[in-house]
């Protein structure tokens, strides 16, 4: 059974910068895919970023496509968010997920394991 844990979270200075990682134990075989969600009080989950497994291809939100940036290291089975000019309203649990099955990058009803979230802040 895979597990999801992210690191990296906490409070920055608008414009400032933070990198997630999420580390996956009990092995990534047959995973297709990773990729960050967001979650602000009050709104639903969001897609942030994707990135698939094998070939490494990379899926943006609007957003945030120009400011942040999914990797991932296939020998550490993690996968890791840099996030640079960051605004308040980026400010949310940012959430892991790992899914087998093709589809949708952006659709949260196609991962089967998430991490617990880690807490991002942007104070202006």
């Known amino acids: 059974q895979v597990e999801l844990v992210e690191y990296g979270g906490g409070l920055v200075q608008a414009g400032g910068s933070l990198r997630l990682s999420c580390a996956a134990s009990?092995?990534?075989?047959?995973?297709?895919?990773m990729a960050w969600f967001r979650q602000a009080p009050g709104k639903e989950r969001e897609f942030v970023a994707g990135?698939?497994?094998?070939?490494?291809?990379?899926f943006y939100a609007e957003a945030i496509k120009d400011r942040f940036t999914v990797s991932r290291d296939i020998t550490k089975s993690t996968v890791f968010l840099q996030m640079n000019s960051l605004k308040p309203e980026d400010t949310a649990v940012y959430y892991c997920?790992?899914?087998?099955?093709?589809?949708?990058?952006?659709?949260?009803?196609?991962?089967?394991?998430w991490g617990q979230g880690t807490q991002v802040t942007v104070s202006s």
């Open positions: 997920t790992t899914k087998q099955v093709g589809g949708d990058m952006r659709d949260p009803g196609t991962y089967d394991v």
């Open positions: 009990g092995g990534t075989f047959g995973r297709s895919a």
């Open positions: 990135i698939t497994w094998s070939g490494g291809i990379t």
